[in-house]
């Protein structure tokens, strides 16, 4: 029994000393509301950023539409392009310049004729990349009326034949000046990049607190002071850290050439290679893999990608994001005396962070839509958003204007941080609260050391 009421009563002190503190109070009540807002603000900015679809269906063989009076043409199965709100479809036999499609208020032309049946693959010549969800929505309306047009070719039909003319139409979206195919698998690479950037600053971010948090702890910081100035012992730890970050960064993207090279000449030796090459028509001394890449559709986009540019906005990209959270990441753990007090306060931090991730993974369907623009503009989000849309093509000033309102944002917010970190990495025993460390902030005297 006694041994039961010593557990109860190390339970009781370990639940209350926690459960007391103004950061755990702070950190509950902030937990819904963030989340809440989060939710929220994703609808809201999902429904009032997706732009409107408006298609122009070219009908050279007339195969779907049939004349009416008016000189218009309507489909010949109606329910097969249902209305709505964000995608509406027109019918003619004559495809429109692009000039034509822009006054009339078309994004997007698509022809459907007769290789169709065999190919169930379309042309979507784009003015305007369209959302995700308005692209499946087109395949799906297409795609059942091919099956129709199948069905109605076919006098006896019974249930095996009816199975075999299921159809599943895909677009091939195009750039409707250059003809150049910008698909999904670019924004697919855009996000995998972005995904890298999410994860390295976090982690290096938290580098920086953990390493704040153990030289106030074991007290090395009073030592540290006494030889350089807060400001800058603050710089020189985020700069040590984010050049460690860099460093794998960098090496990673060497090694990875590295090993593309080699296994492109170990395939260029091999066997398979020679077969390829008979199977293609072409003398084996004439290939190599960047060939064989070219030749499959899910890889040649790959060739196509200014890996000099990637790279580098990616290394620039996290540079300057990760200054700009690790000055939070920092704050926080001057602030605090232990680890465990503050998980409690990465909550006002990581809301921003995890709200990037999730707008870039909603811009995955629409990298060019007013969501993603803004996002890829906004600092707090910049540098996750803006790498999902560098593999499609940005115009260089989104990117200078980019990171210029990042690193000015990045800078601004180092100095704060650095008027924080002053004063309350010299703190032992006091929490500070929420108007003190404004208070650091905005005192003409706090950046005086």
């Known amino acids: 029994m006694n041994g039961l009421s010593t557990v109860l009563a190390i339970v009781r002190r370990e639940y209350l000393t926690r459960v007391r503190r103004r950061a755990f109070v702070v950190a509950t009540v902030l937990g819904p509301i963030l989340t809440v807002g989060l939710i929220a603000g994703l609808v809201l900015l999902t429904q009032s950023t997706e732009d409107p679809v408006k298609v122009w269906v070219v009908d050279h063989d007339g195969l779907i539409t049939v004349p009416t009076d008016g000189g218009q043409f309507v489909p010949t199965c109606p329910t097969c392009y249902r209305e709505r709100p964000l995608l509406t479809y027109r019918f003619g036999r004559e495809a429109k310049a692009k000039e034509a499609l822009q006054a009339e208020g078309y994004t997007c032309m698509v022809t459907f004729d007769a290789g169709l049946m065999q190919s169930e693959k379309m042309q979507l010549l784009q003015l305007s990349p369209p959302p995700g969800r308005a692209k499946r929505a087109m395949e799906r309306d297409f795609s059942e009326a091919l099956e129709r047009l199948k069905v109605r070719e076919r006098a006896d039909l019974d249930y095996d034949a009816y199975l075999s003319l299921k159809t599943d ?26 995904v890298f950037m999410f994860t390295f600053v976090l982690i290096y971010g938290m580098h920086v607190m953990r390493g704040v948090i153990e030289e106030k702890s074991n007290r090395i910081v009073e030592v540290v002071l006494s030889t350089v100035r807060p400001s800058q012992l603050l710089a020189g730890k985020i700069a040590g850290i984010g050049l460690v970050g860099l460093t794998q ?48 559709s899910e890889l040649a986009f790959l060739l196509d990608i200014n890996w000099a540019v990637m790279l580098t906005c990616g290394a620039l990209y996290f540079v300057l994001g990760y200054a ?3 000055a939070f990441f920092a704050t926080i753990g001057a602030m605090v005396e232990q680890e465990s007090d503050a998980q409690y306060l990465l909550l006002p931090v990581m809301a921003p962070l995890l709200f990037s991730y999730v707008l870039a993974s909603m811009s995955l369907d629409s990298p060019e839509s007013t969501l993603a623009i803004v996002s890829s503009f906004v600092p707090f989000s910049a540098p996750i958003s803006m790498m999902v849309r560098l593999p499609m093509g940005v115009p260089w000033w989104h990117v200078v204007l980019s990171m210029t309102l990042l690193l ?7 100095g704060l941080a650095g008027r924080v970190y002053r004063v309350a990495i010299l703190m032992y025993g006091k929490k500070p609260n929420m108007k003190e460390v404004v208070r650091w902030m905005f005192h003409p005297d706090s950046g005086a050391l």
Request: net charge negative; proline share 1%; aromatic share 12%.
């Open 169 to 194: 139409v895909s677009l091939v979206a195009l750039d409707i000046d250059t003809g150049e195919q910008k698909g999904e698998e670019r924004a697919l690479l855009g996000f995998m990049f972005s």
């Open 249 to 296: 960064i960098l090496g990673w993207a060497v090694l990875s050439w590295v090993l593309f090279f080699v296994f492109g000449l170990a395939l260029d030796q091999s066997a398979w290679m020679e077969s390829w090459a008979q199977t293609q028509g072409l003398a084996p001394e004439a290939v190599d893999l960047t060939t064989v890449m070219a030749t499959q």
């Open 324 to 326: 700009l959270y690790s």
């Open 408 to 414: 000015v944002t990045t800078v601004a917010l180092v």
